[in-house]
Structures are given as structure tokens and as C-alpha cells.
């Protein structure tokens, strides 16, 4: 469900967007878009089948292929673009992707932003493993330096 006051182009002023089921993106033609708030309903009341995500968010976020590009068509923009290609992202992230009726992709860029912060939380883990792990060999070296200063000291 879409709504939206005022939405502006170069090309036209459409007021009172109201919108619900799917809506076409490839229709719209801007130079330029502004939004001021974007919300996703999240509420837990309004979802089922909940899960975490898996253990294997970073390794997906890794074999994603973040690219810069222009597009062809100029009236898309002619400024250098960021971004992912829909038919890589959709070997990864099939749920980001979606196809129009003439086979057109879009992707929903908003959704990557769990798995990113799983993927955060994993690295997160291993890098307080490393740390536990630096300071535990950090011990044992201050005592092996100690106990060969000693040594060196005996003779």
C-alpha cells in the first residue's frame, strides 16, 4: 500500500497518490525524486513464519557484486549510478528481486538492510573471538619474555 501527498518530476506534478497491490515502477520517469519519510510496516502483529536469518548472511553479502554503471536509456538519468544488477542479486537474494509483465527487473534495496546487519552481527562475533584469542596469546607471550629474561639473567 502506497501513499504519497505530492509526487514531482520534470516532467508533471501528480497530487494524492493513493495506491494499493503491486505498482509498476518502470512507468515512472523522473530526474529527479525526493522523499522526505519512507516507512515499511513491521509490525510483528502484521507477520507470521518468523525466523532469524541464517548464519550464512555474510557469506552472502560477500558474493554480492556491487557495481557503478550508466544507464543506457539517458532519460533514466545520466549521472553515474551505484548499485547491484537484478539477475546477480537474484542468485543471492531471490526476495529482492522483482519482474515486471515484459520481463523487467527492480529491486527492493530497502530489504538489504537485515541481512547487512546480520552479517555485521557475525563479523562482530568473530572479531570478539580474535580479540579473546589476541589476549590470551598476548599472556602467554608476556610470560615466555619474562620467563627468557630470567633465564638470560641466571646466566
Request: avoid cysteine; hydrophobic fraction near 40%.
Amino acid at each position: 500500500f502506497v501513499t504519497a501527498g505530492t509526487l514531482s518530476s520534470d516532467l508533471a506534478t501528480i497530487s494524492n497518490i493513493t495506491a494499493s497491490g503491486e505498482i509498476d515502477a518502470f512507468t515512472v520517469t523522473a530526474t529527479t525524486m525526493v522523499a522526505v519519510t519512507y516507512a515499511n510496516p513491521s509490525d510483528a502483529r502484521l507477520k507470521k513464519n518468523i525466523t532469524s536469518l541464517p548464519s550464512s548472511s555474510l557469506s552472502q553479502i560477500l558474493a554480492l557484486r556491487p557495481v557503478s554503471y550508466n544507464w543506457i536509456n539517458p532519460s533514466m538519468g545520466t549521472r553515474r549510478q551505484i548499485g547491484f544488477i537484478a539477475q546477480e542479486m537474484r542468485t543471492v537474494f531471490p526476495e529482492f528481486v522483482f519482474e515486471d509483465k515484459n520481463g523487467g527487473l527492480s529491486m527492493n534495496y530497502t530489504a538489504m538492510v537485515s541481512p547487512i546487519v546480520k552479517a555485521i552481527q557475525e563479523q562482530q562475533k568473530e572479531i570478539d573471538l580474535l580479540k579473546k584469542q589476541n589476549a590470551e596469546l598476548q599472556k602467554k607471550y608476556d610470560s615466555l619474555e619474562k620467563l627468557v629474561k630470567e633465564l638470560i639473567n641466571k646466566k
